[in-house]
């Protein structure tokens, strides 16, 4: 168990090390993700006696529309309204979910998060949650987007970042206020990710019912290394 409230370098170094094994005798990337989000889904705890602090714990990750499986391209066609889909255009995919409620463990059951189109700039500034979470992940949105953009920031070859929300309450960042984060006591919000073979984003993203002060969400830093190990051999086989 790993206290979130009292999280330091010890539990960092452990909990990494956790992190860079779950990818053993895996077949796909969602398999993996599954594994990472029950791992701290599971083991994050706070309070005494210990309780668990992730309401909801998911995966996401960027992935071409024309690659979808056939519902995924109707969820993603069902978001863009009349606006036409390319094969190119970029989807937030949820790749696994663990939560404290029953649908929340199966990315299949999702209502509205399943594939998110993410065909413009102007789209993705209409998402304030997605837009601040590719922003302090370090990367640049608009290349990120573009099909033949080279300019998206391998952050293999930089400082892993982390999306952190202090405060979930009230939040312009974080949706959902009244049904999600005061309905189950999220408190804080910690993302952490990096970029996948051959140019897209994952993306780890925590909601918790205990604080998370920035110190904390500092040391998730390095975690994000650790999830991109396990992740990155599968990068051809993501969905099981």
Not at 79 to 98: F, I, N, Q, S
Request: some cysteine; charged content about 20%.
């Amino acid at each position: 168990m790993y206290d979130i409230q009292n999280f330091g370098l010890t539990d960092m170094i452990q909990l990494g090390s956790v992190l860079r094994k779950l990818g053993g005798n895996a077949e796909t990337m969602e398999e993996v993700a599954n594994r990472i989000v029950r791992q701290l889904h599971d083991e994050i705890t706070y309070g005494q006696p210990a309780e668990k602090a992730c309401v909801l714990a998911r995966v996401f990750k960027t992935h071409p529309y024309g690659e979808l499986a056939p519902e995924l391209q109707t969820c993603a066609r069902a978001a863009l309204g009349e606006t036409p889909p390319t094969a190119e255009m970029r989807c937030l995919v949820l790749l696994a979910t663990a939560g404290a409620r029953p649908e929340w463990n199966s990315r299949q059951q999702s209502a509205g998060h399943k594939a998110i189109p993410l065909p413009t700039m102007t789209a993705v500034e209409k998402l304030p949650m997605i837009a601040q979470l590719v922003s302090q992940l370090g990367f640049d949105v608009n290349a990120l987007l573009d099909s033949g953009s080279k300019v998206v920031l391998d952050l293999e070859h930089s400082d892993f970042n982390v999306f952190h929300v202090a405060e979930a309450a009230g939040s312009p960042h974080v949706p959902a206020q009244e049904e999600f984060v005061l309905r189950y006591g999220v408190r804080s919000v910690l993302g952490f990710g990096g970029l996948l073979p051959p140019r897209d984003l994952f993306a780890v993203i925590l909601f918790s019912k205990a604080s998370i002060p920035r110190e904390t969400a500092e040391l998730f830093k390095t975690l994000a290394l650790s999830a991109k190990l396990a992740l990155v051999p599968f990068w051809e086989r993501i969905f099981q």
